[in-house]
């Protein structure tokens, strides 16, 4: 499943993809926090991992639904560290400069 955030307005071009209950296993896109660049041959920058619950129907509020701030500097997610319950807590990453 994947989850995006275009609230980065001051970054145009770029969305932020949350991803957990992969039906694939550990495809390459799984389980992590990356930064898309909407365009033809556009870049996919991984930015974390969220360790969420491994099931295939995890824990609604353990799921990472990042969240970017305006200036793209902020990316929010929840993450239940891979006990599979209620126990989700916050995350912070700080997003390092990029064009």
Same mark, same amino acid.
């Given at each position: 499943s994947i989850h995006v955030s275009g609230k980065g307005y001051n970054k145009p071009g770029w969305v932020v993809a949350s991803t957990y209950s992969c039906k694939e296993g550990e495809a390459w896109s799984c389980h992590k926090i990356m930064?898309?660049?909407?365009?033809?041959? /556009?870049?996919?920058?991984?930015? @974390?991992?969220? =360790?969420?619950c491994r099931q295939l129907y995890g824990i609604y509020w353990s799921e990472p639904h990042a969240a970017v701030n305006r200036d793209f500097t902020r990316i929010y997610f929840?993450?239940?560290? /891979?006990?599979?319950?209620?126990? @989700?807590?916050? =995350?912070?990453v700080d997003v390092p400069s990029f064009s």
């Amino acid at each position: 499943s994947i989850h995006v955030s275009g609230k980065g307005y001051n970054k145009p071009g770029w969305v932020v993809a949350s991803t957990y209950s992969c039906k694939e296993g550990e495809a390459w896109s799984c389980h992590k926090i990356m930064a898309v660049e909407l365009k033809n041959n /556009g870049r996919v920058l991984n930015l @974390a991992h969220t =360790y969420n619950c491994r099931q295939l129907y995890g824990i609604y509020w353990s799921e990472p639904h990042a969240a970017v701030n305006r200036d793209f500097t902020r990316i929010y997610f929840n993450s239940d560290a /891979g006990v599979c319950d209620e126990r @989700a807590e916050v =995350y912070l990453v700080d997003v390092p400069s990029f064009s």
